[in-house]
């Protein structure tokens, strides 16, 4: 498989010959609005922070299919929605989300569920924790996918989800070689973590010791708390930098 991080949260993975796009938010840098104050750094600061590495036209190139793994803002923008062809294939987790892309004029749309198929690859929905305490409720619901195919190492796609039981679950099950995590440590003044911190991933690779962890969602947008640099001078005091692969914006990944 190729995974290519574009930015925060959007990919675009080469997996048994099919090309899937994740989550596009192909916004200029600044074009969105802030929203609520992040956790440690009192200067609102509009989103996203940097450029796309390379233009939409080639990101979209040749795209078989689309996963939303929900809506926010930085998952999925008014700049996809443009840019993508209205009848191209698109996964999404629920009825309501299928209802909300539907009416943008899409038209080729399947919610996800655990014995999905694309054109011989099985996509597996998979379940997420979008936070911690009151702000779960906020952050809403959102779905993870894992993908299996004969000719390819098994592939769990986290999402936005922080450390709990499900996620564990997950890996028990499938037992995925490659697992991509969205690790920024998202957070606002009040409440606690969106998706997983350090610690988060630190436990993904005790309960998958096997497993290369993609670290993605990083320095995107503004409430993102945890650095690509300390993250690896936490995964080197772990001694686990061998398991952990923290990409650059527009990096190729090949496993």
């Keep these: 498989m190729n995974i290519q991080l574009i930015r925060n949260a959007t ?22 609005a802030s929203g609520p104050m992040p956790a440690k750094d009192w200067n609102w600061k509009r989103n996203p922070l940097y450029d796309l590495p390379i233009s939409v ?18 998952h999925w923008d008014k700049a996809a929605e443009n840019a993508l062809p209205k009848n191209i294939k698109i996964f999404v987790q629920d009825e309501n989300d299928k209802k909300a892309i539907s ?25 997420a924790q979008h936070g911690k305490g009151f702000i779960l409720k906020l952050a809403g619901q959102v779905c993870g996918m894992v993908l299996q195919h004969p000719t390819e190492e098994t592939l769990y796609i986290a999402a936005d989800t922080v450390w709990y039981g499900e996620v564990e679950k997950t890996i028990n099950a499938y037992k995925p070689e490659v697992i991509i ?16 911190n350090k610690e988060d991933i630190y436990r993904t690779h005790q309960a998958a010791p096997k497993s290369k962890i993609v670290v993605i969602h990083m320095e995107g947008v503004y409430h993102n708390m945890l650095s690509r640099k300390e993250l690896k001078e936490f995964v080197d005091q772990k001694s686990i930098s061998n398991s ?4 650059e914006d527009g990096e190729k990944i090949i496993l």
Excluded at 57 to 73: A, Q, R
Excluded at 181 to 196: A, E, H, P, S
């Design 181 to 196: 995590v969205n690790g920024g440590d998202n957070r606002f003044i009040i409440g606690d973590q969106l998706i997983m």
């Design 244 to 247: 952990i692969i923290i990409p």
């Design 11 to 32: 990919m675009v993975i080469d997996y048994a010959g099919k090309k899937m796009l994740v989550d596009p938010m192909f916004s200029e840098k600044g074009e969105l």
């Design 103 to 127: 009416k943008l004029g899409f038209t080729n749309l399947e919610i996800l569920g655990e014995n999905s198929n694309f054109e011989g690859v099985k996509l597996s929905r998979t379940k």
């Design 57 to 74: 036209e080639e990101i979209i190139k040749d795209i078989d299919f689309v996963f939303l793994t929900h809506l926010h803002f930085d």
